[in-house]
């Protein structure tokens, strides 16, 4: 199912949740996770630089659509 992720924060979120449920190996005993932290902060800082470029190829993290588990 698709549904419509309009701000950051939700994107975030769904990302968060994502990478840990496709990745339970990551996710330490005590539920820090460093592996997920460091791919949410790559894609956080890719976004930046795609915002600063100004290209009318990036994504406007203000209005994205993904799947999205339910």
């Given at each position: 199912?698709?549904?419509?992720?309009?701000?950051?924060?939700?994107?975030?979120?769904?990302?968060?949740?994502?990478?840990?449920?496709?990745?339970?190996?990551?996710?330490?005993?005590?539920?820090?996770?460093?592996?997920?932290?460091?791919?949410?902060?790559?894609?956080?800082?890719?976004?930046?630089?795609?915002?600063?470029?100004?290209?009318?190829?990036?994504?406007?993290?203000?209005?994205?659509?993904?799947?999205?588990?339910v």
């Amino acid at each position: 199912m698709h549904d419509e992720i309009r701000t950051y924060a939700e994107l975030q979120q769904q990302m968060h949740y994502a990478l840990r449920e496709q990745h339970p190996e990551w996710v330490e005993p005590d539920g820090d996770s460093p592996i997920c932290h460091s791919y949410e902060r790559r894609f956080a800082e890719l976004l930046a630089l795609f915002a600063k470029s100004g290209t009318s190829s990036a994504p406007n993290p203000k209005r994205l659509t993904i799947a999205r588990h339910v």
